[in-house]
């Protein structure tokens, strides 16, 4: 293997031997840790807003810290995609196969299935508890920007949330139209 990969060693990249379990917890530990860290953020971005501080300050600062680092400390909706959400359950359900409980990671599961619907309470205070016949707009839709990748996006959680309580929705996504949304059409301005 690490004849076959020489290429890409020769570039700076690293080889590490594993197993194919160990290979396989590599893979869902680092994503299930990834996970985290945007959950973090995203509760730091809850706080900020209560307390009337801005949460990019908040990103920045800590982004600072080398021990830290700034990547995946961006504030949004919710993670979504075809890695974080599969490979958390994933690396939850293997230590429940070995009795071991994972609190955090669960955590971690939990807050992002919370955080459209802290998105979506915000919406409605912001309206008043008036959200039949608003206009909202969603600036990008996919789980992560410059991609298409619908998958877990939570736009696909709280675009038809929003419709069924009346509200009348328009999306802009730089990679075009979504087929996801064709059965709202109706909804859409």
């Known amino acids: 293997m690490y004849s076959l990969y020489a290429p890409l060693l020769s570039k700076g ?23 985290t860290k945007i959950t973090f953020i995203n509760e730091l971005a809850n706080l900020s807003e209560k307390i009337g501080v801005n ?6 600062g800590m982004g600072l810290d080398k021990r830290i680092g700034g990547r995946f400390l961006r504030a949004g909706p919710a993670y979504g995609g075809s890695c974080f959400p599969k490979d958390t359950r994933a690396i939850v359900d293997t230590a429940k196969e070995f009795k071991t409980d ?4 669960k955590n971690v599961i939990k807050s992002n299935e919370n955080r459209s619907k802290i998105l979506l309470n915000r919406i409605s205070k912001l309206l008043k508890n008036k959200v039949k016949n608003k206009r909202i707009t969603f600036l990008g839709v996919t789980f992560k920007a410059n991609t298409d990748d619908m998958r877990e996006s939570s ?5 038809p949330s929003l419709i069924s309580k009346g509200a009348k929705i328009k999306y802009y996504d730089p990679s075009g139209y979504k087929e996801d949304f ?4 109706k909804c859409f301005f």
């Open 13 to 35: 990249a690293k080889y590490v031997n594993s197993s194919r379990r160990g290979a396989e917890l590599i893979k869902y530990a680092s994503n299930a840790f990834l996970a």
């Open 182 to 185: 064709d059965k709202f059409k």
């Open 55 to 60: 949460i990019e300050d908040i990103s920045i």
């Open 102 to 105: 994972l609190s955090i990671i």
């Open 155 to 159: 736009s696909l959680v709280m675009i």
